[in-house]
């Protein structure tokens, strides 16, 4: 019953933070300082994407790259911190996720190490009990090797005499 919920609850947050990625854009375009640090964060971001693009495509990467015009470098600034918003919900949410899993799964080890325990100590109970009925039936033989095999018998009349007593008809 929990894990759908947490999934729901899960799913829910990664779809309510694409409308505050979207939010946190608009905001980055609006305000001048933050506009500044974006382009040059864009203008980074396209100078290594575009030299990788050119080694993986086998073109030379001593020629010099044009920078991005302004409005292109904020909309693809905004689009990168909105991704990345939404990149790290979804990552947080995903180790939330492990780490809720590694202490169901420590609680079902602990579980079993209990069940195991309590059967080991059963196993240590029935041993000790087989052991002292193995001691009784010593000591019986012992009582039948002195006082003979009558001897036996008249232990066994004598114990089921009482019990015939014991118990009222």
């Known amino acids: 019953m929990v894990l759908p919920l947490l999934k729901l609850g899960t799913l829910a947050l ?3 933070s694409k409308p505050l990625a979207s939010r946190l854009k608009h905001q980055a375009a609006v ?13 980074a971001n396209h100078q290594i994407s575009t030299k990788m693009q050119r080694r993986i495509y086998g073109h030379a990467t001593d020629v010099e790259i044009r920078p991005l015009d302004e409005t292109k470098a904020v909309q693809a600034a905004v689009d990168l911190i909105g991704e990345l918003f939404v990149f790290s919900v979804a990552g947080a949410a995903l180790i939330f996720e492990v780490q809720r899993s590694a ?9 079993r190490r209990q069940e195991l325990e309590a059967m080991r100590q059963r196993d240590e109970e029935l ?5 002292l009925l193995r001691h009784k039936i010593e000591e019986l033989e012992q009582l039948s090797k002195e006082r003979g095999l009558p001897g036996l018998f008249n232990f066994k009349h004598a114990t089921t005499d009482s019990a015939h007593v014991a118990k009222p008809a």
């Open 103 to 111: 202490r169901s799964e420590a609680r079902k080890e602990e579980m």
């Open 127 to 131: 041993r000790n009990e087989v052991e």
């Open 31 to 43: 305000h001048p300082r933050f506009r500044e640090f974006i382009i040059s964060i864009a203008q």
């Open 14 to 16: 990664k779809t309510l």
